[in-house]
């Protein structure tokens, strides 16, 4: 692994994929009566160069007295995720990386999957020659619309020392990963505590991404329905203020589109959460092991283990209640994407219904202009053939009498040929 390791940070030191950002480190003692003692120091990304400073080092190293020890370090910042493209590692250089990894012996196979191309979580128990449990390993990564975040552990049963480094974006508020291990500091000792923190952690981006959908959906039902209602209302359509609801049926489609975006994406969801949790389960497998093993049997660990294993029985099967309704969501996705559809039919078909009674309405009337003109176009006849050139009788009334006597007829009879006609087409 050493080898794979030296070859990834090699390849990310030449594309550029480091970015230091702050770090603080939080400590947790606890005895074997769970009494516990807390100690936090920060470190700022601009003093973070090719080597740690030695304070912070110290820290680091610290001295395992009796009891267990907790060390986690935390960044509450992480460089941002970009599709398709490698993920930048939140360290200053190889050489920090390094220091921090080897100082709190973290999995270096988290580099494997530090890259963002996979959501997922694997954890290792390590057995001595007898295939007792001496030492656990965990290490998940995760990309989601609602906040990236990564994870490092390792956990030796010799000195129940469990090291931790946790990555999380900043729409993720790292403050509250804090309050838990403050409020749970009797569960230290128990090197799933922070897994399971973030299980809880998953659940809550998942129930806020099915909110979000159920808002989506129930926009788009409402909305549809007043739509529907007023078409049933309007006989005819305007096409005027059809084009004004452009943007309305715009916005309708781009929600229908981001609803089956995150359809798309629950397959790979569901994929970490599984992982996920089997990896939690093999940490409390191991847990479970090595508070068995121990020389003098603690009630109050076994206690507290019992805690969080019921704690991530839980949590999954409220993770398996949002996979079942997000098949639901599933079907009304269907459901409204078939309404909008046969809406923009019915829009479309009015649309040209009040296109042909248009067009109806523009032929009655040009048909009745053409009347007009074959009303007009004899009297210009006759009065060229009389070689009048204007429409003026001076001379005296025999040629306006002739004029008439000519042109009434002619205009009675081509108005009674032309209605039964015009009808007639209709």
Known sequence: MER???????????????????????????????????????????????????????????CNGPGSRLRLLLQRRRPPHTSGKPDSLPFASAASLNTIFETLNLPGSYLQIADGFLSTAQAHITNDAKRDAIAFQLIVYCTMKQGDWSLALSHRASTMDTAVFCSLDQKLNGQHLVDDLQSLQQYSFHPMVIPCIMFETVLNMGIERRNSIKSRLQTLEHTMTQMSREATSESLVDVGSESDQQDSWIQLFDLLASCRRDQVSRKGRYEFWKS?????????????????????????????HAELRQWVDLTWQKLNSLMA????????????????????????????????????????????????????LPASLIATILNVPEFQFLPGARLFAAYIGITVPLVAFIVLLCPPSAHTKS
């Not at 990310?12 to 005895?31: M, Y």
């Not at 009566?33 to 304070?55: F, G, I, M, W, Y």
């Not at 479970?288 to 076994?302: G, K, M, T």
């Open 325 to 376: 309704r997000d098949k639901d969501h599933i079907n009304r996705v269907e459901n409204v994407s078939t309404r909008l559809y046969s809406l923009v039919q019915q829009r479309d078909i009015r649309l040209q219904s009040s296109i042909a009674r248009a067009t109806q309405r523009d032929s009655r009337d040009m048909k009745f202009i053409a009347v007009l003109g074959s009303v007009f």
């Open 4 to 62: 794979l390791q030296h070859r990834t940070l090699l390849q990310a030191a030449q594309e550029g994929r480091f970015a230091a950002q702050d770090s603080e480190l939080h400590i947790f003692h606890s005895d074997t009566d769970l009494k516990t003692s807390h100690e936090e120091v920060h470190q700022s990304a601009c003093e973070e160069k090719d080597h740690l400073p030695p304070t912070f080092t110290s820290w680091l190293n610290g």
């Open 276 to 304: 996920y949790h089997a990896a939690i389960q093999l940490g409390l497998k191991y847990t479970h092991e090595i508070l068995l093993s121990a020389a003098v049997p603690n009630d109050a660990q076994s206690e507290v």
